[in-house]
């Protein structure tokens, strides 16, 4: 994780004011405890539910408010690599700290959660944190056997690559990702998806909400393919979330077996 603009890359007492751009990791603030010291949050950050209804909004992911951000006088913002706009981060760490996080991984994940922890002063919750997410993953028989490919986006189609946190995800569920050759999100073409062949067909609720209506368009390039609805959150989201993960993707391979 890289901290910016803390000129000894400590904070010496912990953050009382702090801004989350990221919503897995604003629902970790919360499970961390952190209620009265988060003041502000994106407007995709829907879990909890109380607080998507009473915090203060600063934008979306990709367009955040600046100026709003730095009217509610935050000591520490936390950012993404992937999820934010690199200029309006650089802008922020002009006048707050910014924990910019670059998760691809589980571990990479964990040490998210480790280092909130260590700048919010709740060491002790995120070092339980993240013990019971590495238990319940530990538990997971995740042999990659089941060759699959993981639809986040439709018209165009778009699946997730193998240097994505999805794609560690899936390998964790058990499934092969056909597309880990990929980088990033590609489009892919009815072609290209039929010359792979997977077994699985991963429908993702986010972002694009794929239905039972969607199926249909899949059965017609790959007739064989079980089709399965999936819960993008289980698969995309990093953080305390992790704690559901594993329970979920363990209920998925007993539903296909």
């Given at each position: 994780m890289q901290l910016l603009n803390v000129l000894d890359k400590e904070m010496?007492?912990?953050?009382?004011?702090?801004?989350?751009?990221?919503?897995?990791?604003?629902?970790?603030?919360?499970?961390?405890?952190?209620?009265?010291?988060?003041?502000?949050?994106?407007?995709?950050?829907?879990?909890?539910?109380?607080?998507?209804?009473?915090?203060?909004?600063?934008?979306?992911?990709?367009?955040?408010?600046?100026?709003?951000?730095?009217?509610?006088?935050?000591?520490f913002v936390i950012a993404s690599k992937e999820e934010n706009v690199q200029e309006q981060v650089e802008a922020i760490a002009q006048f707050c700290?910014?924990?910019?996080?670059?998760?691809?991984?589980?571990?990479?994940?964990?040490?998210?959660?480790?280092?909130?922890?260590?700048?919010?002063?709740?060491h002790m919750e995120a070092e339980k944190m993240v013990a019971g997410i590495q238990?319940?993953?530990?538990?997971?028989?995740?042999?990659?056997?089941?060759?699959?490919?993981?639809?986040?986006?439709?018209?165009?189609?778009?699946?997730?690559?193998?240097?994505?946190?999805?794609?560690?995800?899936?390998?964790?569920?058990?499934f092969e990702n056909v597309f880990a050759f990929s980088t990033r999100y590609p489009q892919v073409t009815p072609e290209a998806l039929e010359q792979l062949n997977p077994d699985y067909i991963?429908?993702?609720?986010?972002?694009?909400?794929?239905?039972?209506?969607?199926?249909?368009?899949?059965?017609?390039?790959?007739?064989k393919a079980k089709l399965l609805l999936v819960d993008g959150e289980m698969f995309s989201w990093y953080g305390s979330r992790l704690l559901k993960s594993a329970a979920y993707f363990r209920t998925l391979n007993e539903i296909i077996h």
């Open positions: 010496n007492a912990p953050a009382k004011r702090i801004v989350s751009l990221v919503p897995s990791l604003t629902e970790t603030l919360q499970d961390l405890g952190l209620e009265t010291e988060t003041v502000g949050i994106t407007k995709f950050c829907v879990h909890p539910d109380h607080w998507f209804n009473t915090k203060e909004r600063i934008g979306g992911t990709k367009q955040v408010d600046i100026e709003k951000i730095k009217s509610l006088q935050p000591d700290p910014v924990l910019l996080t670059d998760i691809v991984t589980l571990q990479d994940a964990l040490d998210a959660i480790a280092c909130i922890g260590r700048y919010t002063h709740k238990t319940a993953f530990s538990q997971l028989k995740g042999n990659g056997k089941k060759k699959a490919a993981y639809f986040m986006w439709r018209q165009p189609w778009m699946v997730a690559g193998g240097d994505t946190f999805i794609h560690h995800m899936m390998e964790a569920a058990g991963l429908l993702s609720s986010e972002p694009y909400p794929f239905s039972e209506k969607h199926k249909a368009e899949f059965e017609q390039v790959l007739p």
